[in-house]
């Protein structure tokens, strides 16, 4: 017969207990992953990704969770679009997006300063902000009006997000960012001046860069 406790409780059951409340809160974050803003589950999802970014250890590794996980709320935007009633978690979810863009490039800018190389990091911050830039140049003229000034400035943050990154981002990876995305984000401006908003412009690098061994490149400004 097991030893019973001064609590009444033998230890194999209050392992036991512990064990099935382990199950079931890793049974309710699994549940809440697909939950957006307003939903029943959302705080717990919200909370679960807090403590993933706790443990996520380095600057470098925060940075590159930050950028995914504004692409989770842009998702989560998205899903809303043609929801009645659903503007406000739609707006709470493009807020939440334009946050982690920021925390990313923060982190990716202290992981830099601490000699870390993280070119590739920023290169993938600077993917997903032209990413969310091109998505929501997709659904802008999906959403009720009330909700355009809200995509406005996500489309505003993403731009300088991607314009950071890629100013950050050093020599060859630069050069090899630049050119794939110039042109896509060169499109996506042109897209979102027809339908009446107008973007900052974009600045990007255009000095030259030394790689390889002292072979100069030049950096394009912008689209072709």
């Given at each position: 017969?097991?030893?019973?406790?001064?609590?009444?409780?033998?230890?194999?059951?209050?392992?036991?207990?512990?064990?099935?409340?382990?199950?079931?809160?890793?049974?309710?974050?699994?549940?809440?992953?697909?939950?957006?803003?307003?939903?029943?589950?959302?705080?717990?999802?919200?909370?679960?990704?807090?403590?993933?970014?706790?443990?996520?250890?380095?600057?470098?590794?925060?940075?590159?969770?930050?950028?995914?996980?504004?692409?989770?709320?842009?998702?989560?935007?998205?899903?809303?679009?043609?929801?009645?009633?659903?503007?406000a978690h739609l707006e709470?979810?493009?807020?939440?997006?334009?946050?982690?863009?920021?925390?990313?490039?923060?982190?990716?800018?202290?992981?830099?300063?601490?000699?870390?190389?993280?070119?590739?990091?920023?290169?993938?911050?600077?993917?997903?902000?032209?990413?969310?830039?091109?998505n929501l140049a997709d659904?802008?003229?999906?959403?009720?009006?009330?909700?355009?000034?809200?995509?406005?400035?996500?489309?505003?943050?993403?731009?300088?997000?991607?314009?950071?990154?890629?100013?950050?981002?050093?020599?060859?990876?630069?050069?090899?960012?630049?050119?794939?995305?110039?042109?896509?984000?060169?499109?996506?401006?042109?897209?979102?001046?027809?339908?009446?908003?107008?973007?900052?412009?974009v600045e990007l690098p255009?000095?030259?860069?030394?790689?390889?061994?002292?072979?100069?490149?030049?950096?394009?400004?912008?689209?072709?």
């Amino acid at each position: 017969m097991a030893k019973v406790n001064e609590k009444g409780f033998a230890p194999l059951t209050i392992l036991g207990i512990l064990a099935l409340v382990g199950v079931g809160a890793v049974g309710t974050a699994a549940a809440s992953d697909g939950a957006r803003p307003g939903d029943a589950l959302y705080s717990i999802d919200q909370a679960t990704e807090n403590v993933r970014l706790a443990f996520a250890g380095s600057s470098e590794a925060k940075a590159r969770m930050q950028s995914g996980l504004a692409l989770e709320r842009l998702e989560e935007a998205q899903s809303l679009v043609n929801e009645a009633g659903r503007t406000a978690h739609l707006e709470e979810a493009l807020t939440k997006a334009q946050t982690h863009l920021a925390n990313a490039q923060t982190k990716a800018e202290e992981a830099q300063a601490q000699g870390k190389d993280v070119d590739e990091v920023l290169a993938l911050l600077a993917e997903n902000s032209l990413r969310l830039q091109e998505n929501l140049a997709d659904v802008y003229e999906r959403v009720p009006e009330q909700a355009k000034p809200a995509i406005e400035r996500a489309m505003e943050a993403s731009q300088k997000g991607f314009t950071e990154a890629a100013n950050a981002v050093s020599g060859q990876k630069r050069q090899e960012l630049l050119n794939g995305s110039s042109q896509r984000l060169e499109r996506v401006r042109e897209r979102v001046q027809e339908m009446g908003v107008e973007l900052p412009e974009v600045e990007l690098p255009e000095t030259e860069e030394e790689v390889g061994g002292n072979i100069p490149i030049d950096i394009p400004a912008g689209g072709p």
